[in-house]
């Protein structure tokens, strides 16, 4: 069993999410002892956004690449390699500014990859990245469950969903920025998500 956790807050010492991303690793190997971990932390080692030398290089043909286009491909390569490896991944999610981290969404866009992780057929797309368990952390300093401001759990859904990780959990540690009692409640709460995702 391998687990891939993906950090994406950009506090890399003080982060609620990355706390409780590695608080579901712990409890998923609690079950399975056996099973090991890489971490691939977005603050640390941030992913480079897709701008127009990236594409440029991502649609030229392999055996036509500059050595900088063969570099840049091999990037985002390295993180599909990651997460095709896994057979679980575990996020850490804080909500800024009602999205996900822009390291997330660089993230996101280096795995998107047609013909490898997705592709269409006549029937329409289908996600190649199959099999695999998804557990999301989201953080937010304030409360946004299941309103229409929540962008970031319907776009995961929908992305990992159209790269075909259709078994995805999320736990929710909302209200962080509502004073020492609202944030208490909430980690104890995302707690309880954890022990109830990791049983589910
Ligand atoms: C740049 C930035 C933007 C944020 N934007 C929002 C927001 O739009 N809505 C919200 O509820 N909280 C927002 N927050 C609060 C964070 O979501 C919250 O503090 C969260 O716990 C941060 O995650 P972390 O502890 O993993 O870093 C923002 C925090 C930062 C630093």
Redesign the pocket.
Known sequence: MRILQI?????RA???????ATRLVERLRDVDPEATVFVRDLAADPHPVLDEAALGALFTPAAQRTIEQAQRVALDDALIDELKAADIVVL????????V?AQLKNWIDAISRAGVTFRYTANGPEGLVTGKKVYVAV??????RNTP?DTQVPYLKTVFGFLGMTDVHFVY?????MGAESEARALAAAHEQIEEAVAA
Do not use: H
């Not at 003080?14 to 409780?20: D, K």
């Not at 850490?92 to 999205?99: K, L, Q, S, T």
């Not at 953080?139 to 946004?144: I, V």
């Not at 540690?173 to 920025?177: F, I, N, T, Y």
């Open positions: 950090n994406s807050s950009q506090r003080a982060s609620q999410s990355t706390r409780l850490g999610v804080p909500m800024y500014n009602f999205g981290p953080t937010r300093g304030g409360l946004y401001a540690a909302e209200g962080l920025a």
